[in-house]
């Protein structure tokens, strides 16, 4: 069975700390690996990783896929009030066209 | 268009009510998704739509019924549904189902309570 598993579920961090949020998978025939960031309503895309040890940056945010080890990593530095989510980790596979979600990260920041 | 756009954003309905929640998109993906999304979890996939064809329906109850009138279009008829399908309902959709590297836009949902 596909399973996708995210770590911590919630962290409580102050404003200027670094996070790193985790993702583990076990997908047949993976295709790409996304990350977004949920705060209200829909989820917003951050990035997707389908080759490993490749590092995608944008701003403070950062994330980097290993797929021997099956898993990924989001970076957040200096962090804000602004980034405070649900960062949702999700896989899709080869066979179908469907994105798995993870059970999602819960990050307040606190000032 | 970058956006994918959900109507109502809020729907309150009976157990015995028929409603549908609708979802369009303009920016020629060939593939559309429902989520349903209760507090504090994520998003479980329920229906997949290819190029206008039910290509995954995830063990989804009747009550709950896709339609894809055309490739812009995706709506979740719905039936005799049950308290605890209260949940928001997320539309996505992707480019061709066939091209590798895409990822999901998400509509910002129709948050539904059914009384």
């Known amino acids: 069975e596909d399973k996708v598993v995210q770590s911590p579920l919630s962290l409580v961090v102050h404003e200027g700390d670094t996070v790193t949020l985790n993702c583990s998978y076990e997908?047949?025939?993976?295709?790409?690996l996304l990350w977004y960031k949920q705060e209200k309503k829909a989820p917003t895309f951050l990035f997707m990783l389908t080759s490993s040890g490749i590092e995608k940056k944008s701003g403070r945010l950062s994330s980097i896929l290993d797929k021997k080890e099956l898993f990924s990593i989001l970076n957040i530095t200096a962090t804000q009030t602004g980034d405070s989510a649900i960062y949702l980790c999700?896989?899709?596979?080869?066979?179908?066209?469907?994105?798995?979600f993870g059970t999602g990260t819960s990050l307040t920041v606190i000032p | 268009d970058t956006e994918v756009t959900q109507t109502p954003k809020h729907l309150v309905m009976g157990m015995t009510n028929k409603k549908s929640l609708k979802c369009e998109q303009h920016?020629?993906?060939?593939?559309m998704y429902w989520y349903k999304q209760k507090a504090k979890k994520p998003p479980e996939l329920m229906f997949v739509?290819?190029?206008?064809?039910?290509?995954i329906n995830e063990s989804v109850p009747s009550r709950f019924s896709p339609e894809c009138p055309n490739s812009s279009l995706l709506n979740l008829h719905l039936h005799a549904l049950q308290p605890e399908d209260s949940a928001l309902y997320l539309c996505a959709s992707s480019q061709d189902p066939g091209r590798l590297n895409t990822e999901a836009f998400f509509g910002q949902g129709t948050r539904l309570t059914v009384v």
């Open positions: 739509y290819s190029y206008e064809k039910l290509s």
């Open positions: 997908v047949t025939n993976f295709r790409s």
């Open positions: 920016m020629g993906h060939r593939a």
């Open positions: 999700a896989v899709q596979s080869n066979t179908g066209n469907q994105f798995y």
